[in-house]
């Protein structure tokens, strides 16, 4: 086990790529924490009182914005919430100007997710509140992998050596790409598995088996994790239909019998059901996909106190 950090290297959570290894095991152990804090029958700590959270979403969001939210209140944080489909972005502002007001309203924190890659980055350059990335079009989703990793170890122990397939669209996930950065800097193995349409070119450049082929992928790996088609960033079509994904990528019972193992199956959501997982996987004794849920707020109460105490 890697010695115990007690302060993050940086002051903003953009992306994995910018955590050290350190960062990450200080995150997961201030996550053991507050996992247990969110199983007490009081499950609020102060941690945050005084602390103002506002979260910006400029893209849908279902999880990642209510765990952050429940997240902030179980710290007993002072939170906000806006959502561009409802605001004045509408009628033209800029993502500076609507930033810029908010924080005049002495906002400490903000938490965003945003189509454009990098637009997190470029508020961090800008204002003065901690910034965390809560995806940022097909570019990063950084807590996502925190609590997909975290899980993984819940259920496997140390990642060291671990093999994990992500399969899907991987040319459109900014869960990929994080998962990638947080499972190589853990030290497992990783294999990305899908049409070659969906895979980006020279994506082995980053360290990772390419496979194109499901079932030797299962047969490979000690947890998949699935990715949802993401049909709203395809701007072609990348395979003949959705039966044919189905059939040939899609994880399913048969599939998962086949290999004689009992892998761990994942999935971040929102699922297609019957797409690239089948109800029968996803719901089965192998899947993950509640205790993920459930870990995401653990993990990102964890972020929000060390990111707060790096102020
Ligand atoms: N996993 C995930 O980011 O889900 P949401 O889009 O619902 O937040």
């Given at each position: 086990m890697a010695a115990v950090t007690q302060?993050?290297?940086?002051?903003?959570?953009?992306?994995?790529?910018?955590?050290t290894a350190e960062d990450i095991h200080l995150i997961f152990h201030t996550s053991d924490n507050f996992k247990e804090v969110i199983n007490?029958?009081?499950?609020?700590?102060?941690?945050?009182?005084?602390v103002t959270i506002a979260n910006l979403f400029f893209e849908n969001s279902t999880r990642t914005r209510i765990s952050f939210e429940l997240a902030e209140k179980r710290l007993s944080a002072d939170v906000v919430n806006f959502s561009a489909s409802s605001s004045s972005v509408k009628k033209g502002e800029t993502l500076l100007d609507t930033v810029n007001n908010i924080l005049?309203?002495?906002?400490d924190m903000v938490v965003m997710r945003h189509p454009a890659p990098c637009a997190p980055k470029f508020l961090s350059e800008h204002i003065d509140a901690n910034i965390i990335n809560a995806g940022d079009g097909t570019h990063e989703h950084p807590t996502q992998a925190l609590l997909d990793a975290f899980s993984m170890q819940e259920k496997?122990?140390?990642?060291?050596?671990k093999k994990v397939a992500i399969f899907g669209d991987?040319?459109?996930?900014r869960v990929a790409l994080s998962n990638i950065f947080c499972l190589q800097k853990l030290g497992a193995e990783v294999t990305v598995c899908g049409p070659p349409t969906l895979i980006p070119k020279?994506?082995?450049?980053?360290?990772v088996h390419v496979s194109y082929n499901r079932d030797e992928t299962l047969a490979w790996c000690d947890i998949a994790n699935i990715l949802r088609i993401q049909l709203e960033r395809q701007?072609?079509?990348?395979?003949?239909s959705l039966r044919e994904y189905a059939q040939y990528f899609g994880v399913d019972r048969r599939a998962l019998d086949r290999t004689g193992k009992e892998l761990v199956v994942m999935h971040p959501g929102p699922i297609n059901r019957g797409v690239e997982i089948s109800s029968d996987v996803a719901d089965s004794?192998?899947?993950i996909i509640l205790q993920q849920v459930e870990n995401g707020v653990a993990v990102r109460m964890a972020i929000l106190y060390l990111l707060a105490a790096r102020t």
């Open positions: 302060h993050l290297s940086t002051r903003h959570l953009l992306g994995i790529k910018d955590l007490r029958p009081i499950r609020k700590v102060p941690s945050l009182r005084d005049s309203m002495k906002v496997v122990g140390r990642l060291t050596g991987i040319l459109h996930s020279h994506i082995e450049r980053l360290g701007d072609i079509k990348y395979f003949p004794e192998h899947s």
